[in-house]
């Protein structure tokens, strides 16, 4: 009881220092966690995290600031305040306080062109290939330090650039998210062309992330308390399902950098 009493007790103090509404980002390319379309923030991340906020007596305003660099950065130098889902390493955790409790468990797997599939037992068989990832992407300090010297990286804005990227053949692999490499290959229309390989390269984990410091850290075990019990009731599963339903349903986008791949 007294534990709760000091977590409303901060819920309220936070809420006089914020007369303004919160101001929440996302990765603008990553269903049905998150992702832009029509200028807006979607998906289960920027829903969710408005709902535990709201709950809290918060307003959170969502933000499409572009490329996922500039949505971290936005929060990182507090002209924002919340990323509604980022994994944690650890410089990431010199910067933002993430809550315990994840919102999403992410297996990563490697997505190539079907007819330039390759065996990927373990990360040497990826030495010297060429590797599309998007600007401000991390899937641990192993992989990004193995990137950095063993690959050939190269660095786009959206994700539909860095899928066309691979089937126009500019890279050997892209990887992302199991289930958002899925969503995306199909919204575009590459099922008979792009295929993801078996092995995991990793998992992730994906958690919400105020900035370090910042006021709301301490409303941090609040929305660590809901979002167990939204695991416990399904409604998280749930809700990841409807939103990839969602996605599909949407048209692709153009993309300016379409142009520049032709």
């Known amino acids: 009881m007294k534990r709760l009493l000091a977590l409303l007790l901060l819920a309220g103090c936070a809420l006089q220092a914020h007369a303004r509404d919160l101001i929440a980002c996302g990765h603008p390319a990553y269903p049905p966690v998150s992702w832009v379309a ?3 923030l979607r998906g289960l991340a920027p829903t969710l995290v408005r709902e535990l906020f709201a709950e809290l007596g918060l307003t959170v305003r969502l933000e499409a600031f572009g490329n996922w660099k500039r949505c971290l950065q936005e929060v990182r130098e507090g002209r924002a305040d919340i990323v509604v889902a980022a994994y944690r390493n650890r410089e990431r955790e010199r910067q933002f306080a993430f809550s315990a ?4 468990v992410d297996p ?3 997505f190539v062109r079907r007819d330039r599939r390759f065996v990927f037992d373990d990360w040497e068989d990826l030495r010297g290939r060429s590797v599309g990832l ?3 992407d991390s899937f641990g300090e192993r992989f990004d330090r193995f990137a950095e010297t063993a690959l050939r990286v190269e660095r786009v804005s959206t994700g539909r650039q860095n899928m066309r990227k691979l089937v126009l053949g500019r890279i050997d692999f892209m990887p992302i998210g199991r289930e958002s490499g899925r969503l995306q290959r199909r919204q575009l229309g590459y099922d008979d062309v792009v295929e993801a390989l078996p092995q995991p390269l990793v998992t992730e984990y ?5 900035r370090k410091g910042s006021e709301l850290e301490a409303l941090l075990p ?6 167990s019990a939204l695991h416990a009731d399904g409604s998280i599963a749930r809700a990841l399902q409807a939103h990839a ?3 599909l349903a949407e048209p692709p986008e153009a993309d300016a950098g379409d142009e520049k791949l032709d």
Not at 222 to 227: A, M, N, S, T
């Open 206 to 210: 994906y958690h919400v992330a105020v």
């Open 38 to 40: 029509g200028g807006e």
């Open 245 to 247: 339903e969602r996605y």
């Open 101 to 104: 409790h994840h919102l999403v």
């Open 222 to 227: 609040e929305i660590d308390l809901r979002l």
């Open 108 to 110: 990563i797997v490697l």
């Open 134 to 136: 998007l600007l401000g």
